[in-house]
């Protein structure tokens, strides 16, 4: 089962940054595409962007592109997203996940705590 930790959530302002962090664990990590989702109060949750195992292809929801950046550390099992120009629509609890390169959807319906992010208008 996989198991994952991510961090770095809090609260900013419209316009700010912040940087997430995943620790994954549980498959062979760099032998798969990793992917962040965002979960907003009353919305389903829904997918922000990937990241192939080299890094090599990174897609992005047209709702965050051009001002978040997904990267991944494959010597320490970890992926990031640096996040600029925040806005409050922002506003949701984010996760990370191992997924299918074909369709992006999590190999495991299996999910770590999140990490909440808050941006004040």
């Known amino acids: 089962q996989v198991q994952l930790v991510e961090s770095g959530g809090g609260l900013v302002q419209a316009g700010g940054s912040l940087r997430l962090s995943c620790a994954a664990s549980?498959?062979?990590?760099?032998?798969?595409?990793m992917a962040w989702f965002r979960q907003a109060p009353g919305k389903e949750r829904e997918l922000v962007a990937a990241?192939?195992?080299?890094?090599?292809?990174?897609p992005y929801a047209d709702s965050v592109k051009g001002r978040f950046i997904i990267s991944r550390d494959n010597v320490n099992n970890k992926v990031f997203r640096q996040m600029h120009s925040l806005q409050p629509e922002d506003t949701a609890v984010y996760y990370c996940?191992?997924?299918?390169?074909?369709?992006?959807?999590?190999?495991?319906?299996?999910w770590g705590q999140g990490t909440q992010v808050i941006v004040s208008s």
């Open positions: 996940n191992f997924v299918r390169s074909r369709n992006y959807q999590p190999v495991e319906d299996s």
């Open positions: 990241i192939s195992w080299n890094g090599g292809n990174t």
């Open positions: 549980g498959r062979t990590f760099n032998a798969y595409t």
